[in-house]
Structures are given as structure tokens and as C-alpha cells.
């Protein structure tokens, strides 16, 4: 998969992770979004690990693997600021 549609993805499982995470949350678009794109890399990484995906198309798992991994580093970040 490309850089582009790594940012896609990328800035799509940002705003699900930031609308799907309880109470109010830090950080604006750019925080977001750039959580989202690191979160997109640590659900391909936990999808490899776990045989779920290797997250190289987007799809649905790809989705939801990108989703899961921002989710984790939204709340980390929310849990140290």
C-alpha cells in the first residue's frame, strides 16, 4: 500500500478512533489525525502479529485494524496529557 492510502486510512481510523472514544478527548484535527496514521501502522503491525491482516489493502479489516490501533494510541495520549 502506498503512503497515500496509508494518510487515508490513516485519517479515517483517526476520526473513528477519536468519535468511538468516551467523554471529551485532547487534541484537535492534526492531533488526530496524526494518531491516526501512526494508529493505522500499530494495527498493520498487531494484524501481522496476530495472522488477522497484513493491512495491505483498505478493506474492512484493514479499517478496523487501523481503527483499533488509533483507538489505543488516542487513549494513551488522552491517559499522558
Request: net charge neutral; proline share 1%.
Given at each position: 500500500?502506498?503512503?497515500?492510502?496509508?494518510?487515508?486510512?490513516?485519517?479515517?481510523?483517526?476520526?473513528?478512533?477519536?468519535?468511538?472514544?468516551?467523554?471529551k478527548?485532547?487534541?484537535?484535527?492534526?492531533?488526530?489525525?496524526?494518531?491516526?496514521?501512526a494508529?493505522?501502522?500499530?494495527?498493520g503491525l498487531?494484524?501481522?502479529?496476530?495472522?488477522?491482516g497484513?493491512?495491505?489493502?483498505?478493506?474492512?479489516?484493514?479499517?478496523?485494524?487501523?481503527t483499533?490501533g488509533?483507538?489505543?494510541?488516542?487513549a494513551?495520549?488522552?491517559?499522558?496529557?
Amino acid at each position: 500500500m502506498g503512503y497515500l492510502s496509508w494518510m487515508i486510512l490513516g485519517f479515517i481510523a483517526g476520526m473513528l478512533a477519536k468519535w468511538l472514544t468516551p467523554g471529551k478527548t485532547g487534541g484537535g484535527f492534526i492531533i488526530t489525525t496524526l494518531l491516526g496514521v501512526a494508529g493505522a501502522f500499530v494495527g498493520g503491525l498487531l494484524g501481522s502479529l496476530f495472522d488477522l491482516g497484513t493491512g495491505d489493502s483498505i478493506d474492512l479489516v484493514s479499517v478496523a485494524l487501523a481503527t483499533l490501533g488509533a483507538f489505543i494510541l488516542l487513549a494513551a495520549y488522552n491517559r499522558f496529557t
